[in-house]
């Protein structure tokens, strides 16, 4: 059995969904790898109502009391998504991520509003966009004439007659 980070009892497997995690029955953390993670994000269906507000926080002087429950080393923090304010711990070792209680809830939460986020972005942009990528085909398609018009283009053809190379 695997020693919790923080309380240092047994983690137990508990589902969570059809994934099934090392769970602290004492305070509730849980221990988890960053590919499971990924695939709960992806297979979870976004909280109802979710607000996540996104925040910067100082990590001076956090870490180092967390020892990864594979390896024992000193697990590091990280903001999860860099400014979601939701504080995991990992381990350089193996890439396993300590969630404390509520943090796997919270993650879930962050995503879902990122997501949010993006579509009303993509609405609020797409005309823009639209605009955007017109021009630049209309661009690309001056880009393709032959510059100067007739007069360059006859030029053009007496220079290429008269190179005297096959």
């Known amino acids: 059995m695997l020693p919790c980070p923080r309380c240092h009892t047994d983690l137990e497997a508990a589902e969570f969904d059809e994934f099934v995690l ?6 509730g953390g849980r221990w988890t790898n960053p590919a499971d993670l990924k695939a709960i ?8 109502a979710a ?3 996104r925040t ?3 990590l001076t002087g956090v870490g180092g009391d967390a020892l990864c ?3 024992s080393v000193p697990m590091q923090p990280f903001n999860y998504a860099g400014d979601s304010g939701v504080i995991l711990d990992k381990c350089a070792g193996c890439g396993g991520l300590w969630l404390d209680a509520g943090d ?9 509003a990122s997501d949010r986020d993006l579509d009303r972005d993509a609405k609020r942009f797409s005309a823009d966009l639209h605009e955007q990528e017109v021009r630049q085909d209309l661009l690309e398609q ?5 510059a100067g018009g007739p007069l360059a283009g006859s030029l ?3 220079i290429a007659d008269s190179d005297p190379r096959p």
């Open 51 to 53: 607000e996540a507000h």
């Open 156 to 158: 053009a053809a007496r």
């Open 142 to 146: 001056q880009d393709t004439r032959p």
């Open 56 to 58: 910067e926080v100082d």
């Open 104 to 112: 796997l809830e919270r993650i879930l939460t962050v995503v879902a």
């Open 69 to 71: 429950p594979r390896c």
């Open 22 to 27: 090392e769970t602290c029955r004492r305070c």
């Open 41 to 48: 994000i992806d297979g979870e269906p976004p909280p109802v």
